[in-house]
T-cell receptor, first 109, second 114 residues
Framework: KQEVTQIPAALSVPEGENLVLNCSFT??????LQWFRQDPGKGLTSLLL?????REQTSGRLNASLDKSSGRSTLYIAASQPGDSATYLC????????FGAGTTVTVRA | EAGVTQFPSHSVIEKGQTVTLRCDPI?????LYWYRRVMGKEIKFLLH????????ESGMPNNRFLAERTGGTYSTLKVQPAELEDSGVYFC????????????FGNGTRLTVT
């Protein structure tokens, strides 16, 4: 059974600081890993998808890395802004998504 | 393109009543998934359709839950009779293929059973 862990559970940083969110998973036999953002009362917005054969994926200020053999992924958000405040979820796809509990990020203006 | 649409967005029902949730996937997406988040827990998989066929319903909690996808388009998830522990947010997602394409999620239906 796939177990996904996200550390830290919560993070508060001043505006402009870089964010580092960690995700670990127990079974490396995955197709891909997806990072999502969830705002309060809203659905899940897909941020990045990394296929199992890839090492990283970038979109604007976001960069996600994947080390499948060690069961780890990291989401980096450069130069954080107050609008980045949200819960970030990591989900591992081994034919169905297994989610971590999320990291709640607060960026202080 | 239109995203995944779910309705209602909120539903408050009494224990013992029936509720039906609906999901309209992105047009052309054969794969449709239902997930659920109960208070304080991670989002958990419920079941997966490919077109109108159930591929995996290993996450369905019990036989009070019934999902259908007639014609391979929209899907419904019925809870009958509802219990207090069914409260939570029910998400629907769709994807082009299973395994490689990203899943696109709807905004969810918040179900409260009183």
């Amino acid at each position: 059974k796939q177990e996904v862990t996200q550390i830290p559970a919560a993070l508060s940083v001043p505006e402009g600081e870089n964010l580092v969110l960690n995700c670990s998973f127990t079974d490396s036999a995955i197709y891909n890993l997806q990072w999502f953002r969830q705002d309060p009362g809203k659905g899940l917005t897909s941020l990045l998808l990394i296929q199992s054969s890839q090492r990283e994926q970038t979109s604007g200020r976001l960069n996600a890395s994947l080390d499948k053999s060690s069961g780890r992924s990291t989401l980096y958000i450069a130069a954080s802004q107050p609008g980045d405040s949200a819960t970030y979820l990591c989900a591992v796809n081994d034919y169905k998504l297994s989610f971590g509990a999320g990291t709640t990020v607060t960026v202080r203006a | 393109e239109a995203g995944v649409t779910q309705f209602p967005s909120h539903s408050v029902i009494e224990k013992g009543q029936t509720v039906t949730l609906r999901c309209d996937p992105i047009s052309g997406h054969d794969n449709l998934y239902w997930y659920r988040r109960v208070m304080g827990k991670e989002i958990k998989f419920l079941l997966h359709f490919v077109k109108e066929s159930k591929q995996d319903e290993s996450g369905m909690p019990n036989n009070r839950f019934l999902a259908e996808r007639t014609g391979g388009t929209y899907s419904t998830l019925k809870v009958q009779p509802a219990e207090l522990e069914d409260s939570g947010v029910y998400f629907c997602a769709s994807s082009l293929d299973r395994g490689y394409s990203p899943l696109h999620f709807g905004n969810g239906t918040r179900l409260t059973v009183t």
